[in-house]
């Protein structure tokens, strides 16, 4: 049978790996809170996510309103009742403080098992996080408690038609209005924009000031809820749901802000930077969605492989006779595919929760910012690459809908997209994260991983030390290269990410291995068929970007 | 503007690069055949494709009849009219004996615009494969003709509920009635398997006689109609149809057959032999389905990349400063992403013209036999590779419907698992293709590479033979390890074939560059940053199946 998400003990496993300690949410406690949400996604999340998935959504253009399946109201309430959407909020406003370590277990635990609908809860909070950095307090007294408590949602109205990546270019106007704002424009791909689960949505919207500097130094961010304090409806309205490849319970809105009432949160102008307060919240969590999919489809194929009778093994004394074939899990390719997905989702788990602690223990650390946009990135790419082996595994049934992989890629393959392309997320990491201070915080992580290869395994020592250095040497290519030609950073960003990733999933192998003996032969795999992609990415960064850039436009 | 397939251009130099000759088929005339078909595709083919997709399929439970779309009525008619579906068959039966590599071409600009439909024709041609080497005088004469005019279709019926891979556990049954015989048992997965285009429909049958040995050496082959030749209903039915990923307007139906009459195509127990006549045929279609979607992924995005402006150039030389932004093809990842897809389309197509002149020369050669899993999987693995990078330079874009990308790689992710599942044609490469005749033919195409190297360009001589290098150590290891423990040849098969490929494709870049200059960029982009790939594959395969078979069925 599915989990459903990963098997708590993972987590707890985990938890333990890296010393994870709280005086209120201690291991008990944590793993109690685990249990109950295993449960929720047991009875009532996952069953929703199908429903969700066939019935998708209704608009009516008349009143400008959106349908949800009956479902997700259903699920709405239970997973209110579960307390999962509050908990990492100040207890000021209802919260319950807990550590991201926490929250990231649980993210991955709600996103495994119903993925679009997850997406509203987690938008909200990272509504939440720019109301809490940047909002006056008078603006947190009136919004944050119903946002905490799940009675809003939020959400992060950002795309423009005309642009995405470079919010520059937005046209969206905020005017003066009394003691407030009038917003007018459009944006779209509003996810959970509108819909008919909450009494309010409140919208977190950038636009222009009209004394605004070109560019993204001119914009600024406002709050518009849909319905007032007052209990009279604001100007903004859906103009229509985006039909989209997956995740199709999450209603993906064009929204309309008709000189819609709105209220500044920070100061004027300075709207990007409580924008990325949104942003880098989010973007641990859509790597987490990356590999939650991995996982329910590293376990369907397996569940598949076990019972799946074709075939018999290459090997005479494996084969069991009284049986009309071998189950295919005898079989070296599907063996293959399916520790190709393990050797990857437990490394990349653990990166997260080693992640999720150094933010638990020091903040908003120039650490924590390197390994974020390797983590949204890395998991989501492999989080995708591992669902096509695991559909690969089920042959013809990974492509019915009835064994739900296909809808596990459909729903995933928006994480490369979303909250910053993959390839946004290399340029984050190889052109502002990884010079900053002249490298000291990549220096440092090299230096931590360099100490502790002292207790690795031999094996995983001379794989830590054998990537690391080529992650060195590549870092020291962009420091020649690319500071006097940021095309060559451009040009290499998404090869450096990946050599950077595969350099801390073996650090976690390492790690691993050195605590848990049953973890080496997976850990094995890893090192003997994963890691050999860094030759290829070190070669691939040592080409640079001459044969990239050359072409002339019409050559392509 | 989109070509809804690739350059005619394109098709007419690989023509000229493996010196097709023919004396009806001359190069003129294919060029007016390729450009007539062109404009079926503009003008009918593609309009119906997303029609297809989003309207699918009405199954009636009442009379199990199947509706197609009214679009895909349209266009079986229009698809008639441009005497495509003839072409490459005998003449006296209605074909016009074109030469493969003319109806490959001619098979990637309809898959181009219209995957799900083109599968209705290509499995005919598959059942007229069949029945020319093993059909009776009397089944030619009765079925050839009409199946040959695209008046019937044609379907073939192997997979079942328990089997797909290993057909040896087939349970459909077949006795003697009459001079003929009864089948019953219900197949799966059959594409076209019911519809209403056509008057009639031809199912080839693998089925068991009861007298069969045990497994594989049990299964004949069967012709079974829908409408017998005096008018009446043959008892076989369609069950229902999958609902799939993506191809909704190909139906893939469970089919029933209920004492249904039929007749035998060549011997009692031979059928094996039989269906692999269709299948061969078929992989190569296939693979150029791979081939096809990401060549019009491929063309979506260049066509975005040039007129979607985001951000400015990292090179300030290269920035247009009279709009508001650059086009995105200055930058360097994005450029990377198409130049990816580019650079192995172009030596795919290349590949798929080489073979199949190989094919029209030499007949089913062993050199052909060689190249055939190669091309259906590598193309369809390294084709759903490129949609997904073609769908992230859309970003957003990507992910909705409006742009059709989405639909492209749900389109084309089924060919890496029907007519043999990719982990398939990697045994089938490994364990029959390349050890057959000790390697004579693996032996002489590497020999044949190393004569042409020296008419190459140095970087590509010097690549090339790097290459060629690599594959035959990896050769010689599979002689050393995979003779007395076939587990070592489960276990690298897959990255076999891929390194095989890698060495195919360097070859096409070699013979491409040396003879047209304008080929050398997108070349050079393949040796320095596709082909370090073979780096790893190497590494991959010479850690043999150790961390891959060790673990227990329990720990995974």
Redesign the interface.
């Known amino acids: 049978m599915l989990n459903y998400n990963a098997p708590i003990k993972t987590y707890m496993d985990l938890l333990e790996l890296f010393d994870y300690q709280h005086d209120v949410y201690d291991r008990d406690s944590v793993e109690a809170i685990f249990n109950g949400i295993n449960k929720f996604c047991q009875d009532d999340y996952w069953p929703a996510n199908k429903i969700g998935d066939q019935e998708g959504l209704v608009y009516n253009p008349e009143n400008r309103s959106v349908q949800m399946p009956q479902s997700s109201h259903h699920i709405y309430q239970k997973l209110k009742e579960t307390g999962a959407m509050a908990m990492s909020m100040p207890e000021a406003y209802g919260g319950g403080e807990a550590p991201l370590a926490v929250t990231c277990l649980i993210n991955e635990m709600l996103s495994s098992a119903n993925n679009a609908f997850t997406m509203g809860p987690g938008l909200t909070e990272g509504a939440i996080h720019a109301l809490l950095a940047y909002g006056s307090d008078e603006l947190k007294k009136d919004y944050l408690a119903k946002l905490v408590s799940g009675e809003w949602f939020g959400t992060m109205c950002l ?1 423009e038609p ?5 919010l ?2 937005i046209k969206t106007k905020a005017t003066v209005f009394e003691d407030h704002y009038k917003i007018s424009g459009t944006k ?2 509003i996810s959970f924009g509108e819909h008919d689960l909450t009494d309010n949505i409140i919208h977190l919207v950038l636009a222009k000031l009209p004394d605004a500097p070109e560019g993204s130094k001119g914009i600024s961010l406002f709050l518009v809820p849909k319905f007032k304090l007052d209990g009279t409806r604001n100007t903004v309205y859906c103009g229509g749901l ?5 995740i199709h319970a999450c209603p ?1 809105c064009v929204m309309n802000f008709e000189a819609a009432e709105g209220w500044l949160i920070g100061e004027p102008h300075k709207g990007l930077a409580a924008m990325f307060v949104m942003m880098n919240a989010a973007r641990i969590g859509v790597g987490i969605q990356g590999l939650a999919l991995s996982e329910m489809a590293y376990q369907t194929a ?1 569940l598949f492989a ?1 019972d799946r ?3 018999r093994s ?2 005479k004394d494996k084969r069991e006779l009284d049986q ?2 071998d ?1 295919i ?1 005898v ?9 190709e997905c ?1 050797a990857t989702n437990e490394a990349m788990r653990a990166l997260v929760v080693y992640s999720a602690i150094e933010k638990d223990r020091n903040g908003d650390s120039d650490t924590f910012g390197l390994l974020t946009p390797i983590i949204k990135s890395y998991l989501t790419e492999r989080g ?1 690459h591992n669902i ?1 082996l695991a ?2 595994v089920l ?2 049934s ?5 064994w739900h992989i ?1 809808q596990f ?2 729903d995933a ?2 994480a ?3 909250e910053g ?3 946004i997320q ?2 984050d990491l190889v052109g502002r994260k990884l010079p900053k201070d002249q490298g000291k915080a990549f220096m440092a992580l090299m230096a931590e991983i360099q100490a502790k290869e002292a207790g690795f395994l031999d094996e995983f020592k001379q794989a830590s030390m054998d990537v690391r250095t080529k992650l060195q040497e590549a870092a020291m290519w962009l420091m020649t290269h690319a500071v006097k030609d ?2 060559q ?3 290499v ?2 090869r450096f990410l990946n050599l950077f990733a595969l350099c801390m999933l073996t650090y976690m192998w390492g790690l691993m291995t050195a605590k848990d003996a ?1 973890k080496i ?2 850990g ?2 890893f ?3 994963i890691l ?2 860094s ?2 990415l070190l ?2 960064i040592k ?1 640079g ?7 002339g ?1 019409e ?2």
Chains 1, 2 share one sequence.
């Open positions: 795309t005309h642009c995405g990546t470079d520059g270019l779209i791909w985006e039909e989209k490849m997956g993906t397996l076990k009778r074709q075939s290459l090997d009309p074939a189950t899990l079989h070296p390719d599907i063996r293959r595919m399916l520790l393990k995708c096509s559909q690969q042959g013809g990974g492509y019915v809908k009835d296909e890629y459909r393959r928006i490369m997209i979303y392309t993959n390839g290399a340029l940021p095309e950073a451009g040009a960003s998404t049953s032969p997976v094995k795999y090192i003997e068929h050999p992609e030759q290829t070669l691939q080409a970007k001459e044969a990239i850039m050359k072409m436009h050559d392509f």
